[in-house]
Protein backbone atom coordinates (compact mmCIF):
# COMPACT_ATOMS: atom_id res chain seq x y z
CA UNK A 1 0.00 0.00 0.00
CA UNK A 2 3.18 2.70 0.01
CA UNK A 3 3.26 4.68 -2.55
CA UNK A 4 -0.04 4.99 -2.80
CA UNK A 5 -2.14 7.87 -3.43
CA UNK A 6 -5.60 8.50 -3.00
CA UNK A 7 -7.44 11.67 -5.12
CA UNK A 8 -11.21 11.91 -3.76
CA UNK A 9 -13.12 14.94 -5.39
CA UNK A 10 -16.58 15.49 -3.55
CA UNK A 11 -19.03 17.40 -6.27
CA UNK A 12 -22.36 18.64 -4.07
CA UNK A 13 -25.28 19.17 -6.70
CA UNK A 14 -28.99 20.39 -5.64
CA UNK A 15 -30.03 17.60 -8.68
CA UNK A 16 -28.14 14.69 -6.59
CA UNK A 17 -29.43 13.36 -3.32
CA UNK A 18 -27.98 10.05 -3.40
CA UNK A 19 -25.23 8.94 -0.67
CA UNK A 20 -21.95 6.89 -1.51
CA UNK A 21 -20.71 4.56 1.34
CA UNK A 22 -17.11 3.04 0.28
CA UNK A 23 -15.82 0.39 2.47
CA UNK A 24 -12.43 0.95 3.60
CA UNK A 25 -9.96 -0.92 5.69
CA UNK A 26 -8.67 1.51 9.33
CA UNK A 27 -5.48 1.40 7.53
CA UNK A 28 -6.68 3.13 4.24
CA UNK A 29 -8.75 5.14 6.08
CA UNK A 30 -5.85 6.72 8.25
CA UNK A 31 -3.87 7.43 5.47
CA UNK A 32 -6.79 9.40 4.16
CA UNK A 33 -7.68 11.16 6.60
CA UNK A 34 -3.76 11.57 7.32
CA UNK A 35 -3.34 13.41 3.71
CA UNK A 36 -6.76 15.71 4.37
CA UNK A 37 -5.39 16.88 7.48
CA UNK A 38 -1.64 17.59 6.08
CA UNK A 39 -3.21 18.99 3.39
CA UNK A 40 -5.12 21.97 5.56
CA UNK A 41 -2.31 22.19 7.30
CA UNK A 42 -0.35 23.12 4.45
CA UNK A 43 -3.37 25.99 3.13
CA UNK A 44 -3.60 27.17 6.32
CA UNK A 45 0.15 27.95 6.44
CA UNK A 46 0.19 29.61 3.10
CA UNK A 47 -2.77 31.62 4.57
CA UNK A 48 -1.40 33.06 7.39
CA UNK A 49 1.74 35.51 7.95
CA UNK A 50 5.14 34.76 9.35
CA UNK A 51 3.97 36.87 12.10
CA UNK A 52 0.84 35.49 12.41
CA UNK A 53 2.22 31.75 12.55
CA UNK A 54 4.83 33.11 15.07
CA UNK A 55 2.04 33.87 17.58
CA UNK A 56 -0.24 30.90 17.27
CA UNK A 57 3.39 28.86 18.23
CA UNK A 58 3.37 31.03 20.87
CA UNK A 59 0.22 31.03 22.39
CA UNK A 60 0.25 27.28 22.12
CA UNK A 61 3.45 26.83 23.79
CA UNK A 62 2.58 29.16 26.41
CA UNK A 63 -1.02 27.13 27.42
CA UNK A 64 0.83 23.84 27.04
CA UNK A 65 3.50 24.73 29.47
CA UNK A 66 0.82 26.18 31.79
CA UNK A 67 -1.03 22.60 31.51
CA UNK A 68 2.38 21.37 32.38
CA UNK A 69 2.70 23.39 35.24
CA UNK A 70 -0.59 22.52 36.70
CA UNK A 71 -0.57 18.97 36.20
CA UNK A 72 2.57 18.62 38.09
CA UNK A 73 0.83 20.89 41.14
CA UNK A 74 -2.07 18.16 41.08
CA UNK A 75 0.46 15.22 41.35
CA UNK A 76 2.40 17.08 44.25
CA UNK A 77 -0.77 17.69 45.35
CA UNK A 78 -2.04 14.52 45.55
CA UNK A 79 0.97 13.10 46.51
CA UNK A 80 1.15 15.24 49.15
CA UNK A 81 -2.24 14.23 50.59
CA UNK A 82 -1.95 10.81 50.06
CA UNK A 83 1.26 10.90 52.62
CA UNK A 84 -0.64 12.83 55.45
CA UNK A 85 -3.07 10.51 56.18
Do not use: N
Not at 11 to 39: G, N, T
Not at 49 to 70: G, L, W
Request: net charge positive; with cysteine; glycine share 4%.
Amino acid sequence: MQGVKIYLELHCSPYLQDVIFISMDDELMKKLWSEFARRGGDARASALSAKRRKEIAIKASKAAAKARTRAAKERKRSQSEKFSK
